[in-house]
C-alpha cells in the first residue's frame, strides 16, 4: 500500500494547495480545512454502519463492512470523482481526520488506478492543531483593537492595513443585531480556520476590530479573546452624518448587493426586507414598544421608497436606530471598561495612528 506523506504544514495553506477531504459529509459541514473539496470515502450512512460494526465487533469486521459497502459501481464512482479533482488540479493532496485508513485506501484506489498523490500526516486533526497554535502564537505578539461608535467604518480600516484581521469577514456576520449575513455562517470550527488562515502572512504586530467575543453564531477563541481585552486601543470618531451614510452602505447597499447576486432580484429583496425586520423586531427589549412600533414604521415607509429607487429614505429609521439604540450601548461599554486610548481622531488619522503603532512594534 502506498504511504506518500507530507508533513501538517500551514504552507499548505498559504500556497491554496486544493485539498481532497475523504471524511463523510456531515464530518466536513463541521468543519473543514480552507479550500477542501469534500470528495468522501464513505458517505454519511455507510460510515455510520460501518461505526456500529467496529463498535461491536472491533476493527477487522468494521474494514471487512466498509469495503462491503463501497465496492463495484460504488467505488469505481468514489475513485473517478477522484480522479476528475485530481485532473482538474494534479497537485491536490488526499486528508481524511487524523491522516489513517481512510486516507490511506484512497491514496492506495487512486495508486491502482494509476494516479500516486500523498496524503496528509496526521491529517485534519493535525492541520487543525497547526492552525489554533497559530492563532495562540499571534494571542502573544502586540496587538492593538480599534474602537468606535457604529458606522465609523472600523471594518473598512483593518482592511487597509496589510496586518490587519477581520474578524467580521471570518464570521461572515458584522457583529450587530442587522449583522448576519446572507451565506450561511460558517462553524466555530471553520471560524477558527479563517482566524488561522487570516493570520499566516502576519508576522508582527495584529490589528483587529473592537468585538464581543461572540460575533453572530461563533465565538473568538479564549486565549486571543483576553489578548484583545488587554489591547491597547485606539478609536475612530466620525460625525453622525458621515457616520449614517456608511451605515446605509452596509447594512443597506452592501447587503442588497449580495442578496441579489445570490437570490435575484425579486427573492433577494423578499429576503433582505425579512432580515432587516426581524433584526429590528429583536431589540423590542431594549428599545421598548413604543419606540420599536415608530421604528418599524420609518422602516416599512422607507422599504417602500427603496422601491422606486430612493435608498436614502433608510436613514429615517437608521438614525435614531444609531442615536438611541447602538451610541448609548457603546458609551455604556466605555464607561464600564475605561479603556485608556492611544489615539482618538477622525478615521484617516485612526489609520494613520495603526499605521504608526505597527510600525513601532515591529520586530
Known amino acids: 500500500m502506498s504511504d506518500w506523506l507530507v508533513e501538517p504544514e500551514l504552507d499548505l495553506l498559504r500556497e491554496r494547495r486544493t485539498l481532497i477531504d475523504v471524511r463523510a459529509p ?14 468522501p470515502l464513505m458517505e454519511d450512512e455507510e460510515r455510520r454502519q460501518v461505526g456500529i460494526e467496529y463498535k461491536h465487533a472491533g476493527q477487522q469486521a468494521a474494514i471487512a463492512l466498509g469495503q462491503q459497502l463501497v465496492s463495484g459501481v460504488t467505488r469505481s464512482g468514489r475513485i473517478e470523482a477522484w480522479r476528475r479533482a485530481l485532473v482538474r488540479d494534479p497537485e491536490a493532496i488526499v486528508y481524511c481526520y487524523r491522516g489513517g485508513l481512510r486516507s490511506q485506501i484512497a491514496q492506495q484506489w487512486l495508486l491502482e488506478a494509476g494516479i500516486e498523490r500523498p496524503r496528509i500526516r496526521g491529517g485534519w486533526k493535525a492541520m487543525r492543531g497547526a492552525l489554533l497554535q497559530r492563532i495562540d502564537a499571534v494571542a502573544e505578539r502586540p496587538l492593538l483593537v480599534v474602537g468606535g461608535l457604529t458606522g465609523c467604518a472600523k471594518t473598512a480600516l483593518i482592511q487597509q ?3 490587519g484581521l477581520d474578524l467580521e469577514a471570518c464570521a461572515r456576520h458584522k457583529g450587530s443585531a442587522f449583522g448576519r449575513h446572507p451565506l450561511a455562517a460558517p462553524s466555530q470550527i471553520d471560524f477558527e480556520h479563517a482566524m488561522g488562515v487570516g493570520l499566516l502572512d ?31 486601543r485606539i478609536r475612530v470618531e466620525m460625525p453622525l452624518d458621515w457616520r449614517l451614510a456608511q451605515i446605509r452602505k452596509d447594512y443597506i447597499d452592501d447587503l442588497w448587493l449580495v442578496y441579489s447576486r445570490q437570490f435575484g432580484d425579486w427573492l433577494g429583496w423578499a429576503l433582505m426586507r425579512k432580515q432587516l425586520s426581524s433584526a429590528l423586531a429583536r431589540l423590542k427589549k431594549r428599545l421598548g414598544g413604543a419606540r420599536l412600533q415608530r421604528l418599524q414604521r420609518l422602516q416599512e415607509l422607507a422599504f417602500r421608497e427603496h422601491e422606486r429607487g430612493n435608498r436614502q429614505a433608510h436613514e429615517a429609521w437608521l438614525a435614531p ?15 464600564k471598561h475605561t479603556h485608556t486610548f492611544l489615539h ?3 478615521w484617516d488619522s485612526a489609520l494613520e495612528a495603526a499605521r504608526d503603532w505597527s510600525q513601532q512594534n515591529a520586530s
Not at 459541514?29 to 479550500?35: I, R, T, Y
Not at 486571543?224 to 481585552?229: I, N, S
Request: charged share 20%; net charge negative; proline share 8%.
Open 26 to 39: 456531515v464530518e466536513f459541514a463541521q468543519g473543514s480545512l480552507p479550500g477542501a473539496i469534500n470528495l
Open 161 to 163: 492595513l496589510a496586518n
Open 321 to 335: 436606530l444609531l442615536t438611541e439604540y447602538y451610541d448609548p450601548m457603546y458609551r455604556y461599554q466605555l464607561e
Open 344 to 346: 482618538v481622531g477622525d
Open 202 to 232: 502576519i508576522d508582527g504586530p495584529t490589528v483587529v476590530e473592537d468585538e464581543s467575543r461572540h460575533i453572530g453564531a461563533v465565538n473568538v477563541p479564549l486565549h486571543f479573546w483576553r489578548a484583545m481585552e488587554t489591547a491597547p
